[in-house]
C-alpha cells in the first residue's frame, strides 16, 4: 500500500505563532491530498482537500485565511496553522486517496498550543 | 451529513463477536471501514462498492445493504487486537461517522 509521512509527529508552540505541518507521499504522486482535524475523543473533521497546481478547497466553517494549505509538487502538501492559539490544538491527519482501497493516512501531527 | 454510527461503544472478552451498524440518511454508493488505535491514524479495513456486496478478511467482515443504506462491520472471535474505534465512511464524500469504540479484554 501507499505509503504518507507526516513532519512534525509533534509539536509544541506558543499562542499567536505559526506552524507548518508537512504531508508527503513517499511513493507515488498525489494530486489530491485531504487536511483532516481530530479532536480528543471525537471522530475525524474533513478540513480541506488540497490539489496539486491550484487552490485547496476547503469545508464550510474552516477558515482559509488561518489554515493555508499549499500543494506544490506531486509529493508534498503543506498545511500552515497561522497565528494559533489553544483553541487550534488537535490531531492533524492528512491523507491520499488509493485506488478501490479507501484512504492511506499519513501518522498525523498533534499539535498543541501553549 | 454523518454517517450515524451505533453502538456507541462495546466491551467484549476475548473469543466474543461484535456487530457495528452504519446508517445514511442520503443514498450511499460505496463505504469504507477503518480501525483507529489511540494516538494514531485510521488504518483502513475495507471498502463495499456495491448494494449486497459482503467481504471479508479474516475474522473481519462487512456488508452493504444499498437499499436500506446502511453497512454492518461483522468482527467474530475478537482478538485483545480488536481494540480501537471503529469508523465508517461514505466513500464518495470522504465523511467518518462519530465512530464506535470496541474494547477486548482478556
Known amino acids: 500500500g501507499a505509503v504518507v509521512s507526516q513532519h512534525p509527529s509533534w509539536v509544541i508552540c506558543k499562542s499567536g505563532t505559526s506552524v507548518k505541518i508537512e504531508c508527503r507521499s513517499l511513493?507515488?504522486?498525489?494530486?489530491?491530498m485531504f487536511w483532516y482535524r481530530q479532536f480528543p475523543k471525537q471522530s475525524l473533521m474533513l478540513m480541506a482537500t488540497s490539489n496539486e497546481g491550484s487552490k485547496a478547497t476547503y469545508e464550510q466553517g474552516v477558515e482559509k485565511d488561518k489554515f493555508l494549505i499549499n500543494h506544490a509538487s506531486l509529493t508534498l502538501s503543506t498545511l500552515t496553522v497561522t497565528s494559533a492559539h489553544p483553541e487550534d490544538s488537535s490531531f492533524y491527519i492528512c491523507?491520499?486517496?488509493?485506488?478501490?482501497?479507501?484512504?492511506?493516512f499519513g501518522p498525523g501531527t498533534r499539535l498543541t498550543v501553549t | 451529513q454523518q454517517p450515524v454510527q451505533s453502538p456507541q461503544a462495546v466491551i467484549l472478552r476475548e473469543g466474543e463477536d461484535a456487530v457495528i451498524n452504519c446508517s445514511s440518511s442520503k443514498a450511499l454508493y460505496s463505504v469504507h471501514w477503518y480501525r483507529q488505535k489511540h494516538g494514531e491514524a485510521p488504518v483502513f479495513l475495507m471498502i463495499?462498492?456495491?448494494?449486497?456486496e459482503q467481504k471479508g478478511h479474516e475474522k473481519i467482515s462487512a456488508s452493504f445493504n444499498e437499499k436500506k443504506q446502511q453497512s454492518s462491520l461483522y468482527l467474530t472471535a475478537s482478538q485483545l487486537s480488536y481494540s480501537g474505534t471503529y469508523f465508517c465512511?461514505?466513500?464518495?464524500?470522504?465523511?467518518f461517522g462519530a465512530g464506535t469504540i470496541l474494547r477486548v479484554k482478556s
Open positions: 463495499l462498492l456495491k448494494g449486497g
Open positions: 465512511q461514505y466513500g464518495n464524500k470522504l465523511v
Open positions: 491523507s491520499t486517496l488509493g485506488d478501490r482501497v479507501g484512504q492511506y
Open positions: 511513493d507515488f504522486q498525489a494530486t489530491t
